[in-house]
């Protein structure tokens, strides 16, 4: 959520911001500070209506006084709903808006992505390549239609191999965060209130990516970000506490809604796949420092398992609606001729800590909101395909990563 105090004050640069993100017709500042106006000019009012009832009530009850109080209790009544109308157009309007993009995020799609580091180059096979399904499916390491069975698209089992490369996926994952002692290992809850889902950002909008429970009230999570998040919501940290560095395994769930393109079967969307999450609690000058060191993390982890990828620094209208910047690490996977994102690393500044009222003492004694950043460090599902088609040999087998050696066993699967 926005500071609606800057908004007040910067009008024009904050919409100039807004603009890098959205269309102009969806933009109503306006209406926002008209609401806030009023918001503003009937809170005082209320008050006054309440300090005047609570000192008549004081006095010695006569006719006059419960006439006198009668009708200021319907004045009252009549003014908290009107406030509270207002209250709730003013928090959805502003809760409505993204985040202001940083001053180096470039605005527009997709198409204003740009390549900042490239790992390695693409390889070149001398046989032709399969891909990461049919890999899988002819060493037995994947079974793609019985999970369908049991669960519908969009799901598979690991198995023998399989099952041994992903729990290695996060044994490699866990250990190199465990290296950095300031990073606390946390496993959350899979379960979160509507609240939770507000705070992390992806409610209102992605209520339709979520899986909800039968009565609506809880929603699988759709990444660890969002526990997180949420984990020192309605807090005052102290600052000498700062930064508070946590990373957590969790199995991740999401709808994918929509049409798969061909080459994206397998592994590469689905339904349910595991991530390690980092995320930093900082204090605002810290903010960007703390984003350059997630990113080096998670570049890291896709080095040490040799694996071609490109750094790409998203344009405004790609970033997630909560992050004022973020840098996505997108692997190559040979098969489709292209990349995939396998980690996220991102910025909300204040943006989620005023929706989680998640704030620091400084040594004046003023209560400052905390900035907020997560990375994937790493997701399991991209970074496993990419593994299988990298490594995959021509006759059939794959090279085990050297990192992932010492957790699987074996230096090739199907061997």
Known sequence: MLDIKLIREKTKEVEAALLKRMDKKDLDLKKILKLDEERRELLPKLEELQAERNKSSKTKPDAKTIEKMKKLGKEIKDLETKVLKVETDFTEALAALPNIPAEDVVAGDKENNKVIKSFKDQIEFDFEVKNHVDIATDLNIIDYPRA????????????????LLEWALLNYFVDFHRSHPEYKFMIPPFLLSEKSAYISGHLPKFREDLFWTEEGKLCLNATSEMMLGNYHREEILAEEDLPLKYFAFSTCFRREAGAYRTEERGMVRGHQFNKIEMFHFTKPDDSWSAFDELLSYAEQLVEGLDLHYNTVQLA???????????????????????????SSVSNALDYQARRGDVRFKDTDGKNKFVHTLNASGLATSRILPAILEQNQQSDGTVLVPKVLQKYMGKKVIGK
Request: proline letters at 2%; glycine letters at 14%.
């Open 316 to 342: 405004a209208r790609d970033c997630s609606a909560a992050m004022a910047k973020t840098v996505d690490l997108e692997v190559w996977i040979p098969s489709m001729g292209g990349y995939k994102e396998v």
């Open 148 to 163: 369908a069975k049991m669960s519908g698209a969009g799901f598979w089992v690991y198995v023998g191999d399989g099952a």
